[in-house]
């Protein structure tokens, strides 16, 4: 196989400017045709492993793409759902029934997110003030799905959640991602819409499934732009 | 990085008149030149594969100190900021090695110890082998500061007058001048010298710069280059073969620099298009 | 037909000598060999030529001013007709191959021939080595040259013309081997090893062929004894006296020779014709040597003490008064005959202190302290103990050789850390032997590590855009440009903005111009890699921005360096 030029500076993660000066002080192996300089992938990689060099082709760009996958807020809610009314007098029991909503998981899988939830309730309330709480475990499940989802819990009454400034919770947003990378991405993006005060008393209003997606879209757009 | 123009400044009357053309060439192209007042009659060269020692004659090194207030002087006129080159690697004490990573050199026709020759009309050994060794084109002035308006190709259709060309376009759209293409026809017909343009993919570019394509169909070479406007800067291309070759065939960069006066840009057969 | 010789200009990519191109370098090496052999014996039989000529006119009195004439002829043949500068050539040539891979011009092949024949020729005391050296490395960059061969394949070849050379001249293929890969290239590889022997055993042929087989310097059988290689560690002293002498009286000459007012060629002269005053008196001085040395070998030399160790130290004088003062030629000849010299007048002075012991024949000694003066001028002493063993035959001397080459070259690295071919280099800062720190330095350019993932700003940007560029950037550093005319102004590292970082009302009341520093080190990308590495250090800084007439060309950085340096290092050492 014959490779350019800039092919084998990208394989080598080198300069061009360096290998054109390799090239004339003779230190690797070419095949010339004219003025043309061309590379024969196995001497190269001959050479390369004589010399102890490293020497991979288009390994290093499958990292880069990875921001681009994390996906939106709104397309994890949608995929979460969103639940009124749901029932529970305390913490423990109202988390218990926002997880049984989640209707795609199995049921021994519910049980295990709710244990991993309320562990993560023991170190610290996820209640994040203003009556609004984001439930989530503290590492990925150990078979999570493949994108994130956001399940969205409005409660029939207001339970104590511990949260930081004591008020009680009426609204859960259950996150549950495959990585640490999405869960951080999603969480940044949805504390940046709680900070909001017009979206809580927004949120306070237990509005539809519709209105909050929209609601979330205007905020994400925000965010895209800066 | 800005590119730059390699000029040896000569403290003679027509050095001033050599240095002005190189700053006319650099303003019109956006370079800038960077002066070397020579300590010494004689310098090496290193190219890829050769190396090429020019010898001056002693007029270059008439009174470096004067000559650094008169290169300052041309240049603060033209608004550049003066650039003195100053060599940091001998080979021997008096041999400095001058770098050959400029994009542009300014050469007089020949260079040579001996001050006689210069002006004879023939490119000199010296000048030769640097067009030939060079990554960069070379500028060979007028021997008159004479500023030019248009830009001629000379295009013979082979590999060097593509990449003349492929100059002489880069130069008409940084400029912003107009340029003329002139062919010999030979054996073949225009027709297949534009179908050379064409493959090369050089088509769309040319048609923004071009003004006309002169095809001298009859006559001598050198009697149609008449043809050429006096104040054009005229791009060629200088070919790699010998000098047995050019005894035999003659060289076409011989024929037009001895028969027009005009600035001349040479790109060898080594020269890279840069950018 | 143009098909068939541009084929033959390209041997490299022919198919047969793509995949490796040893064979390529074997077939060359032969021819360099064969033609820097032509050269080396040219010069021997100008030289011998000239001085049978010119030995009718010795007995005259004005023949003190034939070296004057050569000298001045040589010099003049330098300045006017080739342009070259003085000297012998041997830095110029270590200087091309470690910086401009092997690269000499082609009148550098026959400058040193002719003006060093003129020079020796005619009475001056310098040697015809290392011209011919010069010339063989020249005659190999230039065959290169012609076929288009890379660095690597023309610096073995500048290696071979110059053991062709060597080893013809002395009809000594491994001398010429060791001293082209130790003095030359400074690399033992066997990339190098191989063709470098092939074009010395091509020297020495073609040497055999048209010289015939003979040894230099022939001499009798030596009994050595214990007590002889005892007194060798008294030799080697003397020898390594000698050495710093002659390297002392050469500096010095070419300071006092360089305050005199007058054009190069009447400076040569005046040092010829104190040569030829000189040789008046001593005819051992003149020339290049060999005569005497043969003579003192054989033991066929009558002098007492005395006159023996004035003829070393005028023999020193001499050869400063010819090289200082512009002659041209080379140090290996009257080296040896100093050697030779110097054995001789240890070996008197032994006689007479110690009459009753025994000592070897003094032959044995001249040859000892030949090995001994080119071990301490060259320090190289491989070189010295195989070109001593190899033109006098003499292989039963070889322990008390190597015992004065290493005490020699070990006290002459005391007192002179550079050997006298590499000094000047040394002196410079440009003997980059390959493998070494200041090689890869050089090999690298600024242009090669520069970085420029950096993000520009403006410096009317506000604190909180300036945020945001800082959320999408990978570093820590933010070039400031003019907006205009996108010079550059100043850099801002995140530590300068870390106090405002979490203070909004500072987001909109900062701007990034206030913020930036304006007095950073900046490096321009034409400088030298050892110098900025230098400024950081004194700096304590790991990266630096690199500016060119006013523009921010990309960072460069110690972390990007030391894996480029690394990269370097493993393809420039490589051992295949």
């Given at each position: 196989?014959?490779?350019?030029?800039?092919?084998?500076?990208?394989a080598?993660?080198?300069?061009?400017?360096?290998?054109?000066?390799w090239?004339?002080?003779?230190?690797i192996?070419?095949?010339?045709?004219?003025?043309?300089?061309?590379?024969?992938h196995?001497?190269?990689?001959?050479?390369?492993?004589?010399?102890?060099?490293?020497?991979?082709?288009?390994?290093?760009?499958?990292d880069?793409?990875?921001?681009?996958?994390?996906g939106?807020?709104?397309?994890?809610m949608s995929?979460?759902?969103?639940?009124?009314?749901?029932?529970?007098?305390?913490?423990?029991?109202?988390l218990?029934?926002?997880?049984?909503?989640?209707?795609?998981?199995?049921?021994?899988?519910?049980?295990?997110?709710?244990?991993?939830?309320m562990?993560r309730?023991?170190?610290?309330?996820?209640?994040?003030?203003?009556?609004?709480?984001i439930?989530?475990?503290?590492?990925?499940?150990?078979?999570?799905?493949?994108?994130?989802v956001?399940?969205?819990?409005?409660?029939?009454?207001?339970?104590?959640?511990?949260?930081?400034d004591?008020?009680?919770?009426?609204?859960?947003?259950?996150?549950?991602?495959?990585?640490?990378?999405?869960?951080?991405?999603?969480?940044s993006?949805?504390s940046?819409?709680?900070r909001?005060?017009?979206?809580?008393?927004?949120l306070?209003?237990?509005?539809?499934?519709?209105?909050?997606?929209s609601?979330?879209?205007?905020?994400?757009?925000q965010l895209?732009?800066i | 990085?800005a590119?730059?123009?390699?000029?040896?400044?000569?403290?003679?009357?027509?050095?001033?008149?050599?240095?002005?053309?190189?700053?006319?060439?650099?303003?019109?192209?956006?370079?800038?030149p960077?002066?070397?007042?020579?300590?010494?009659?004689?310098?090496?060269m290193?190219?890829?594969?050769?190396v090429?020692q020019?010898?001056?004659?002693?007029?270059?090194?008439?009174?470096?100190?004067?000559?650094?207030?008169?290169?300052?002087q041309?240049?603060?006129?033209?608004?550049i900021?003066?650039?003195l080159?100053?060599?940091?690697?001998?080979?021997?004490?008096?041999?400095?090695?001058?770098?050959?990573?400029?994009?542009?050199?300014?050469?007089?026709?020949?260079?040579?110890?001996?001050?006689?020759k210069?002006?004879?009309?023939?490119?000199?050994?010296?000048v030769?082998?640097i067009?030939?060794?060079?990554?960069?084109?070379?500028?060979i002035?007028?021997?008159v500061?004479?500023?030019?308006?248009?830009?001629?190709?000379?295009?013979?259709g082979?590999?060097?007058?593509?990449n003349?060309?492929?100059?002489?376009?880069?130069?008409?759209?940084?400029?912003?001048m107009?340029?003329?293409i002139?062919?010999?026809?030979?054996k073949?017909?225009?027709?297949k010298?534009?179908?050379?343009?064409?493959?090369?993919?050089?088509?769309k570019?040319?048609?923004s710069?071009?003004?006309?394509?002169?095809?001298?169909?009859?006559?001598?070479f050198?009697d149609?280059?008449?043809e050429?406007?006096?104040?054009?800067?005229?791009?060629?291309?200088?070919?790699?073969?010998?000098?047995?070759?050019?005894?035999?065939?003659?060289?076409?960069?011989?024929?037009?620099?001895?028969?027009?006066?005009?600035?001349?840009?040479?790109?060898?057969?080594k020269?890279?298009?840069?950018? | 037909?143009?098909?068939?010789?541009?084929?033959?200009?390209?041997?490299?990519?022919?198919s047969?000598?793509?995949?490796?191109?040893?064979?390529?370098?074997?077939?060359?090496?032969?021819?360099?060999?064969?033609?820097?052999?032509?050269?080396?014996l040219?010069?021997n039989?100008?030289?011998?030529?000239?001085?049978?000529?010119?030995?009718?006119?010795?007995?005259?009195?004005?023949?003190?001013f034939l070296?004057?004439?050569?000298?001045?002829?040589?010099?003049?043949?330098?300045e006017k007709?080739?342009?070259?500068?003085?000297?012998?050539g041997?830095?110029?040539?270590?200087?091309?191959?470690?910086?401009?891979?092997g690269?000499?011009?082609?009148?550098?092949?026959?400058?040193?021939?002719?003006?060093?024949c003129?020079?020796?020729?005619?009475?001056?005391?310098?040697?015809p080595?290392?011209?011919?050296?010069?010339?063989?490395?020249?005659?190999g960059?230039?065959?290169?040259?012609?076929?288009?061969?890379?660095?690597?394949?023309?610096?073995?070849?500048?290696?071979?013309?110059?053991?062709?050379?060597?080893?013809?001249?002395?009809?000594?293929?491994?001398?010429?081997?060791?001293?082209?890969?130790?003095?030359?290239?400074?690399?033992?590889?066997?990339?190098?090893?191989?063709?470098?022997?092939?074009?010395?055993?091509?020297?020495?042929?073609?040497?055999?062929?048209?010289?015939?087989n003979?040894?230099?310097?022939?001499?009798?059988?030596?009994?050595?004894?214990?007590?002889?290689?005892?007194?060798?560690?008294?030799?080697?002293?003397f020898?390594a006296?000698?050495?710093?002498?002659?390297?002392?009286?050469?500096?010095?000459?070419?300071h006092v020779?360089?305050?005199?007012?007058v054009?190069?060629?009447?400076?040569?002269?005046?040092?010829?014709?104190?040569?030829?005053?000189?040789?008046?008196?001593?005819?051992?001085?003149?020339?290049e040597?060999?005569?005497a040395?043969?003579?003192?070998?054989?033991?066929?030399?009558?002098?007492?003490?005395m006159?023996v160790?004035?003829?070393?130290?005028?023999?020193?004088?001499?050869t400063?008064l010819t090289?200082?003062?512009?002659g041209?030629?080379?140090?290996?000849?009257?080296?040896?005959?100093?050697g030779?010299?110097?054995?001789?007048?240890?070996?008197?002075?032994?006689?007479?202190?110690?009459?009753?012991?025994?000592?070897?024949?003094?032959?044995?000694?001249?040859?000892?302290?030949?090995?001994?003066?080119?071990?301490?001028?060259?320090?190289?002493?491989?070189?010295?103990i195989?070109?001593?063993?190899?033109?006098?035959?003499?292989?039963?001397?070889?322990?008390?050789?190597?015992?004065?080459?290493?005490?020699?070259?070990?006290?002459?690295?005391?007192?002179?850390?550079?050997?006298?071919?590499?000094?000047?280099?040394v002196?410079?800062?440009?003997?980059?032997?390959?493998?070494?720190?200041?090689?890869?330095?050089?090999?690298?350019?600024?242009?090669?590590?520069?970085e420029?993932?950096?993000?520009?700003?403006?410096p009317?940007?506000?604190?909180?855009?300036?945020?945001?560029?800082?959320?999408?950037?990978?570093?820590?550093?933010?070039?400031?440009e003019?907006q205009?005319?996108?010079q550059?102004?100043?850099?801002?590292?995140?530590?300068?903005?870390?106090p405002?970082?979490?203070?909004?009302a500072?987001?909109?009341?900062?701007l990034?111009?206030?913020?930036?520093?304006?007095?950073?080190?900046t490096v321009?990308?034409?400088?030298?890699?050892?110098?900025?590495?230098?400024?950081?250090?004194?700096?304590?800084?790991?990266?630096?921005?690199?500016?060119?007439?006013?523009?921010?060309?990309?960072?460069?950085s110690?972390?990007?360096?030391?894996?480029?340096?690394?990269?370097?290092?493993m393809?420039?050492?490589d051992?295949?």
């Amino acid at each position: 196989m014959k490779l350019p030029m800039q092919t084998v500076a990208g394989a080598l993660a080198l300069p061009v400017s360096t290998i054109e000066r390799w090239i004339r002080q003779g230190r690797i192996p070419i095949q010339r045709s004219g003025a043309d300089v061309a590379f024969s992938h196995a001497a190269l990689e001959k050479w390369a492993a004589t010399h102890n060099l490293s020497f991979s082709l288009g390994g290093d760009q499958a990292d880069d793409h990875i921001p681009e996958t994390l996906g939106s807020l709104v397309s994890a809610m949608s995929r979460g759902k969103v639940y009124h009314r749901v029932a529970g007098e305390d913490a423990a029991t109202a988390l218990r029934s926002a997880v049984d909503c989640i209707d795609f998981l199995s049921e021994d899988i519910q049980d295990e997110l709710f244990e991993k939830m309320m562990e993560r309730e023991r170190l610290a309330s996820t209640g994040i003030g203003n009556g609004i709480a984001i439930p989530h475990t503290r590492d990925p499940l150990p078979r999570p799905p493949e994108t994130p989802v956001i399940t969205t819990c409005f409660l029939e009454k207001p339970v104590n959640f511990n949260a930081i400034d004591d008020q009680p919770v009426f609204v859960l947003f259950l996150l549950i991602s495959p990585t640490v990378k999405h869960h951080l991405h999603l969480l940044s993006r949805l504390s940046y819409c709680i900070r909001d005060r017009a979206f809580v008393a927004f949120l306070s209003a237990h509005p539809d499934a519709v209105a909050l997606y929209s609601r979330i879209a205007e905020f994400e757009k925000q965010l895209d732009d800066i | 990085m800005a590119q730059k123009l390699f000029h040896i400044f000569r403290n003679t009357p027509l050095g001033r008149e050599t240095l002005l053309q190189s700053i006319y060439f650099c303003r019109q192209m956006g370079v800038l030149p960077t002066v070397y007042i020579p300590e010494s009659t004689k310098f090496l060269m290193y190219f890829e594969n050769d190396v090429v020692q020019v010898d001056l004659d002693p007029s270059y090194l008439n009174d470096p100190e004067i000559a650094v207030t008169h290169v300052e002087q041309l240049l603060n006129e033209a608004q550049i900021k003066p650039e003195l080159f100053t060599p940091k690697n001998y080979t021997a004490s008096t041999l400095p090695d001058i770098p050959t990573s400029f994009e542009f050199m300014c050469c007089p026709r020949s260079i040579s110890d001996l001050s006689s020759k210069i002006g004879l009309g023939y490119i000199g050994p010296r000048v030769r082998r640097i067009i030939q060794a060079a990554r960069f084109p070379v500028l060979i002035t007028s021997p008159v500061y004479k500023p030019w308006q248009s830009i001629a190709v000379f295009f013979g259709g082979s590999a060097n007058a593509v990449n003349a060309l492929r100059l002489g376009i880069r130069i008409a759209k940084v400029t912003g001048m107009r340029l003329a293409i002139y062919t010999q026809v030979g054996k073949n017909n225009p027709s297949k010298y534009q179908a050379i343009v064409q493959d090369k993919g050089l088509g769309k570019l040319l048609e923004s710069v071009l003004s006309q394509w002169n095809f001298f169909e009859k006559g001598r070479f050198e009697d149609n280059l008449y043809e050429v406007p006096h104040d054009a800067l005229v791009v060629l291309g200088a070919y790699g073969h010998g000098i047995i070759r050019d005894i035999v065939f003659g060289s076409m960069m011989e024929k037009i620099q001895s028969t027009i006066s005009n600035n001349l840009l040479i790109a060898g057969p080594k020269y890279t298009v840069i950018g | 037909m143009t098909r068939l010789l541009e084929k033959l200009k390209y041997p490299g990519r022919w198919s047969l000598f793509r995949s490796d191109d040893r064979l390529l370098l074997m077939i060359f090496a032969i021819i360099v060999g064969i033609c820097s052999g032509l050269a080396a014996l040219f010069l021997n039989r100008s030289l011998e030529t000239m001085l049978e000529w010119l030995h009718h006119y010795r007995v005259y009195w004005w023949a003190i001013f034939l070296p004057a004439a050569g000298a001045a002829l040589s010099s003049l043949f330098l300045e006017k007709i080739v342009n070259e500068g003085a000297g012998h050539g041997v830095p110029e040539v270590i200087y091309a191959v470690s910086r401009y891979g092997g690269l000499l011009r082609l009148r550098s092949g026959f400058s040193r021939l002719i003006s060093s024949c003129l020079t020796i020729g005619s009475g001056g005391s310098a040697g015809p080595e290392a011209p011919v050296v010069m010339s063989g490395a020249a005659i190999g960059s230039n065959i290169a040259q012609a076929f288009s061969l890379n660095d690597r394949q023309r610096v073995a070849l500048v290696g071979c013309g110059a053991a062709g050379a060597i080893a013809a001249i002395f009809n000594a293929p491994i001398s010429g081997m060791v001293f082209a890969i130790e003095v030359i290239l400074g690399e033992w590889s066997t990339m190098n090893i191989i063709p470098i022997a092939i074009a010395a055993v091509a020297g020495t042929e073609v040497s055999r062929l048209l010289k015939g087989n003979q040894i230099v310097f022939a001499h009798r059988d030596f009994n050595i004894h214990f007590h002889d290689i005892l007194a060798c560690v008294g030799l080697a002293i003397f020898c390594a006296a000698a050495s710093i002498l002659l390297t002392r009286a050469l500096r010095s000459m070419h300071h006092v020779s360089k305050g005199v007012a007058v054009p190069l060629w009447v400076r040569a002269a005046i040092g010829g014709s104190m040569v030829g005053a000189i040789g008046y008196f001593l005819p051992y001085v003149l020339g290049e040597g060999y005569h005497a040395i043969r003579t003192a070998i054989e033991g066929g030399f009558s002098g007492g003490l005395m006159l023996v160790a004035v003829i070393a130290l005028v023999k020193i004088l001499a050869t400063a008064l010819t090289l200082g003062w512009g002659g041209s030629g080379g140090i290996f000849a009257p080296c040896l005959v100093i050697g030779a010299f110097v054995g001789l007048s240890f070996h008197r002075f032994l006689a007479t202190v110690w009459s009753s012991v025994p000592w070897v024949n003094e032959g044995c000694f001249a040859l000892l302290g030949m090995a001994g003066l080119i071990s301490g001028i060259l320090q190289a002493p491989l070189t010295g103990i195989f070109l001593v063993i190899e033109i006098t035959g003499g292989y039963e001397v070889i322990l008390p050789l190597i015992v004065v080459s290493a005490i020699s070259t070990t006290l002459c690295h005391y007192l002179e850390p550079a050997s006298f071919y590499l000094k000047d280099l040394v002196k410079r800062g440009q003997l980059l032997r390959p493998g070494t720190d200041a090689r890869v330095l050089t090999d690298l350019s600024i242009q090669e590590l520069l970085e420029t993932d950096c993000i520009c700003v403006h410096p009317n940007m506000r604190l909180a855009d300036f945020i945001h560029i800082v959320k999408s950037s990978r570093r820590n550093y933010f070039p400031v440009e003019d907006q205009q005319s996108r010079q550059f102004v100043g850099m801002i590292h995140l530590d300068d903005i870390r106090p405002y970082l979490f203070d909004p009302a500072m987001h909109h009341a900062v701007l990034t111009g206030q913020l930036m520093n304006t007095h950073v080190k900046t490096v321009s990308l034409h400088d030298d890699l050892a110098e900025v590495l230098q400024k950081m250090d004194d700096g304590h800084i790991f990266s630096m921005p690199v500016v060119s007439d006013n523009r921010f060309q990309g960072m460069i950085s110690k972390a990007t360096l030391l894996d480029q340096y690394r990269k370097e290092l493993m393809v420039q050492t490589d051992r295949y």
